[in-house]
């Protein structure tokens, strides 16, 4: 913002014009990159914030469905077939 006042405040015709317009360039330019690095680390941030919650949830609902599970299963609710894992194979 300085830069950008002194050109504001500084003729066209002044030799330090040209200088001037320069230094404004190249602060903008460096600010722009700088920004970009805050928007991609802040979504690395959230990215990453995300995986977390995904993972506590998804442990939140395995762990309650196996409470659940386990309750019905003491109070003679929930019936759990023993299956055969290997079976004969038949020829048809």
Not at 10 to 34: C, F, G, M, N, W
Not at 60 to 78: A, E, N, R, S, Y
């Amino acid at each position: 913002m300085c830069v950008q006042r002194l050109l504001d405040n500084t003729p066209s015709a002044h030799r330090d014009y040209e200088q001037l317009q320069q230094a404004e360039r190249t602060i903008h330019k460096l600010a722009v990159k700088i920004n970009s690095v805050k928007e991609s680390k802040h979504e690395e941030d959230l990215q990453e914030t995300l995986k977390k919650l995904e993972l506590l949830l998804i442990t939140d609902v395995f762990t309650t469905c196996l409470i659940i599970c386990l309750i019905l299963l003491l109070l003679g609710k929930l019936f759990i077939p023993i299956v055969p894992l290997f079976t004969k194979q038949r020829n048809w």
